[in-house]
């Protein structure tokens, strides 16, 4: 089974950025989608981007577009997440997940992000 493990998290003012790291362990990613989600208070965890393993073509939701970037280094196990210009809403707790199967079923434990306006 494989183990994520997310860090770069903190507080940043709005516009500011920060850049989420997503580390896995056990059982390879390669071969398989990554996402990042986002999950605000009192709100529903949300796909923000996701990036497929066969051609690396990435999706993001229409809220980040423009703003974050994902990214994916297979020889280090690793999936980022670059967010720049932030703002208030972006806040909340972010979660990297697997698709081993039709659904993102593997998931790390989250990072929080805090932007202040």
């Known amino acids: 089974q494989v183990q994520l493990v997310e860090s770069g998290g903190g507080l940043v003012q709005a516009g500011g950025s920060l850049r989420l790291s997503c580390a896995a362990s056990?059982?390879?990613?390669?071969?398989?989608?990554m996402g990042w989600f986002r999950q605000a208070p009192g709100d529903e965890r949300k796909n923000v981007a996701a990036?497929?393993?066969?051609?690396?073509?990435?999706y993001y939701a229409d809220s980040v577009k423009g703003r974050f970037t994902i990214s994916r280094d297979n020889t280090k196990n690793t999936v980022n997440l670059q967010m720049d210009s932030l703002k208030a809403e972006d806040t909340g707790v972010y979660y990297c997940?697997?698709?081993?199967?039709?659904?993102?079923?593997?998931w790390g434990q989250g990072t929080q992000v805090t932007v202040s306006s």
């Open positions: 997940a697997i698709r081993y199967g039709s659904n993102f079923d593997v």
């Open positions: 056990g059982r390879t990613f390669s071969g398989y989608d």
């Open positions: 990036i497929s393993w066969s051609d690396g073509a990435a």
